[in-house]
């Protein structure tokens, strides 16, 4: 399995919960890696971006200054630190691998995903 997502949970408002997304093989090969949530009912949606070789990141509007990625390419492991989080933030919140170039925010720029990780926040 090319991506392996852990981290998810059920936290309160305004706690903080950080998602790996562990990278092997040509998942390696690959320049962006993706964060996405799907919350129930709704589509999914980008969150995030960062880049391996540089960790340069991109961030969606409702999450920026709240969520930061991080990567550690020693460990093949990108990270989601979310912080002050919301009950809107409840989601299932997918990894995704992409040899875009940039910071690519749709789904058909992905190319390989992880199995999902599930985030609730409770009000």
């Known amino acids: 399995v090319p991506l392996v997502e852990s981290g998810g949970g059920l936290v309160q408002t305004g706690d903080s919960l950080r998602l790996s997304c562990v990278a092997s093989?040509?998942?390696?090969?690959?320049?962006?890696m993706g964060w996405f949530r799907q919350a129930p009912g709704k589509e999914r949606e980008f969150v995030a971006a960062?880049?391996?070789?540089?960790?340069?990141?991109y961030y969606e509007n409702s999450v920026k200054g709240r969520f930061t990625s991080s990567r550690d390419n020693a460990k093949e492991t990108v990270y989601l630190q979310m912080n002050s989080l919301k009950p809107e933030d409840t989601a299932v919140y997918y990894c995704?691998?992409?040899?875009?170039?940039?910071?690519?925010?749709?789904?058909?720029?992905?190319?390989?995903w992880g199995q999902g990780t599930q985030v609730t926040v409770s009000s």
């Open positions: 960062i880049r391996w070789n540089d960790g340069f990141t």
């Open positions: 093989g040509r998942i390696l090969m690959t320049s962006v």
């Open positions: 995704a691998a992409s040899n875009r170039i940039g910071f690519p925010r749709g789904q058909r720029d992905y190319n390989d």
